[in-house]
């Protein structure tokens, strides 16, 4: 019984990490592609954002297909769209912070606000 229940634990320790890498892909294709069809910057433009759209659909269809796949196929399919989308990704990122600032404060002349003791 002590055995079965090793067993059981191994086989349910696997499948955890199984759903927890299939969990990962899917948050990253929904995220990369929320992130570009919102996207109304000016730092890529319709080509980018169709090959990020297209790559996201691909692998969401991967996954719909392989229902079971094993953690290392859904790893592999995590790396390959990650490799097709993270260059438009930093691309459209980085000119967020170029628009706000390198260290993070306002590059605009608005209004400021001073302390006064």
Same mark, same amino acid.
Request: hydrophobic share 20%; with cysteine.
């Given at each position: 019984m ?13 499948a955890?990490?199984?759903? @927890? ?8 294709v929904?995220?990369?592609? %929320?992130?570009?069809?919102?996207? +109304?910057? *000016? /730092?890529?433009n @319709?080509?980018?954002?169709?090959t ?7 692998? %969401?269809?991967?996954?719909?297909? +392989?229902? *079971? /796949?094993?953690?290392?196929?859904i ?10 989308c %993270? ?26 606000v001073?302390?006064?003791?």
């Amino acid at each position: 019984m002590i055995h079965d229940a090793e067993q059981y634990h191994e086989d349910d320790e696997r499948a955890r990490e199984r759903v @927890n890498t299939r969990n990962r892909l899917e948050t990253y294709v929904y995220s990369c592609k %929320q992130a570009v069809e919102n996207y +109304n910057g *000016s /730092a890529i433009n @319709n080509s980018d954002k169709s090959t990020v759209i297209n790559a996201c659909e691909e692998t %969401q269809r991967w996954l719909d297909r +392989n229902q *079971s /796949a094993e953690k290392d196929e859904i790893d592999h399919q995590y790396r390959a769209l990650e490799k097709k989308c %993270q260059k438009i990704m930093t691309k459209m990122h980085g000119s967020g912070q170029q628009q706000y600032g390198r260290n993070g404060n306002d590059s605009h002349s608005g209004p400021r606000v001073e302390e006064v003791d």
